[in-house]
Every structure is written in structure tokens, then in C-alpha cells.
């Protein structure tokens, strides 16, 4: 009872744990588990990852290709693809890619868009694994995305649908540094970006590929904000708000 009330409390509490971090506490004793919980709730009130300095920030920066626009109308999640980055350097050994299992067939557009194909679909595991996996690599890391709206109302419609679960990680959009470093340039799609600012994009429309590009992409906002001064996402913050 104890152990219980305990794991409702941390999940009201963060709503950060993964759901492999729930497994692996269930198969521990109420003891370890108890004092695994209480350690991992005094991390996440320490964790002000506002205050942590640029050159210190880790994030995983995602990406993922969708069957569309709308999860709320039946839109799926193909695959996601990863790649941790600290300060503004890209950590390209640590990456998380997987496509996600679909029994209805694609459309032709989203075929020749993105280069997967039913059969790849129909052998993949299922979207519940995927999630768990990809927990388990973000860990309580904040995360970055382009366009970052779209994937935090697919990642919050999946993760609530698969694992009934609800997605608490920061998300940030790579806009937010864009548009203090050039703010008279009209940047928009990630091609625009890249190409901006030098960044070259192996296979576009592939999560893996796409997620390292706009990791490069962070990077090089990273590394540009501090020599302007700002020293982390507080500092960020506090000047978009100004100029609002």
C-alpha cells in the first residue's frame, strides 16, 4: 500500500518517470523502492534546467514522420528519431531511431515522402514499445524539436493513448533561439534553416536524419546566443518576453 500511494504520488508529483523506470522499481523490493522514489523526487525539484548554463545544457533534440497533421483524427506516428546534444556539441553515438508498427496501408505521398513502406510498418513493434524505449533514452531531459507544436500533440495524444500516461517533458521549438540570432530573416521550414546556416541534411523526411540536422541546427543557436551574451534558457526567456 505504501509503495503504491508512493509511485501515485511522484507520478502527480513530475509526471517524468518513464514507463520502463515504473517497470524496473515494480521488481524491486517496497524498501529499495521506496528509497529509489524519494531520491528521484528530490532530482526532479533540484532539476531548474532554466538556470543550467549553455555550455552545460543537455537536451535530445527528435524528430518524428507522421501519417499527417492531426492525431486527434486518426493520424499515426511512422517513427521517431533522436540524438542527444550537450552545450553545442551533437552527440552523434547517441542516437534512438525506430519505425513504429501500422496495419493501415500509407498513402502514396507519405510512401514517396518519408521512403517507408507497409511492409517495414507491419514488422515493426508496436507504438507502446517504441514509446517505452524512447522514455527510457530521454530519460527527464528537456526536448527540442522543429516546428516542436506538431510533435508535442502527437507525443501527447500517443503517450496518453498507449501508455495512459501524460507527457510532461519541456519541449522547446529551435525557433525561440533562431529569431534572436537573425531576426530579420524570415526562417521557417528546417530546408530554409540548414541551408542558412550551412547544415546539410543526409535524407530528409527520415526521423533519424532530420532529428541530426536540427541537432546541428541547435547547436549553431547555441553556440551563437552565448556570444551574444545570453548565458542560458533563463536569460532567453527573459528577453523574449521584453521584446513581445
Given at each position: ?120 510498418l507491419a514488422e515493426a513493434p508496436l507504438l507502446e514499445h517504441v514509446l517505452r524505449e524512447f ?110
Amino acid at each position: 500500500m505504501i509503495f503504491n500511494q508512493m509511485v501515485h504520488f511522484v507520478k502527480q508529483l513530475s509526471g517524468r518517470l518513464s514507463p520502463s523506470m515504473y517497470a524496473s522499481v515494480a521488481n524491486q523490493n517496497d524498501a529499495a523502492s521506496i528509497a529509489f522514489l524519494r531520491q528521484l523526487r528530490r532530482d526532479i525539484k533540484a532539476n531548474d534546467v532554466l538556470q543550467i548554463p549553455f555550455s552545460e545544457l543537455k537536451v535530445i533534440v527528435f524528430d518524428l514522420e507522421t501519417t499527417g497533421f492531426y492525431p486527434q483524427k486518426g493520424d499515426k506516428i511512422l517513427s521517431i528519431g533522436a540524438v542527444k546534444v550537450i552545450g553545442d556539441q551533437v552527440m552523434e553515438n547517441e542516437t534512438f531511431y525506430s519505425v513504429v508498427n501500422c496495419i493501415e496501408p500509407l498513402s502514396e505521398e507519405v510512401k514517396e515522402l518519408t521512403g517507408i513502406c507497409d511492409a517495414e510498418l507491419a514488422e515493426a513493434p508496436l507504438l507502446e514499445h517504441v514509446l517505452r524505449e524512447f522514455y527510457q533514452f530521454i530519460g527527464s531531459l528537456p526536448l527540442v524539436a522543429h516546428h516542436a507544436n506538431h510533435e508535442k500533440s502527437f507525443m501527447q495524444h500517443a503517450t496518453w493513448s498507449s501508455l495512459k500516461m501524460n507527457f510532461h517533458h519541456r519541449i522547446m521549438d529551435t525557433s525561440f533561439l533562431t529569431k534572436i540570432i537573425e531576426p530579420e530573416k524570415n526562417l521557417v521550414t528546417l530546408d530554409d534553416c540548414c541551408n542558412h546556416f550551412g547544415i546539410s541534411i543526409k535524407k530528409r523526411h527520415h526521423a533519424l536524419h532530420d532529428a541530426i540536422a536540427t541537432a546541428k541546427l541547435w547547436a549553431e543557436s547555441v553556440h551563437s546566443v552565448q556570444q551574444l551574451g545570453f548565458s542560458n534558457l533563463s536569460d532567453v526567456y527573459t528577453y523574449l518576453a521584453k521584446i513581445r
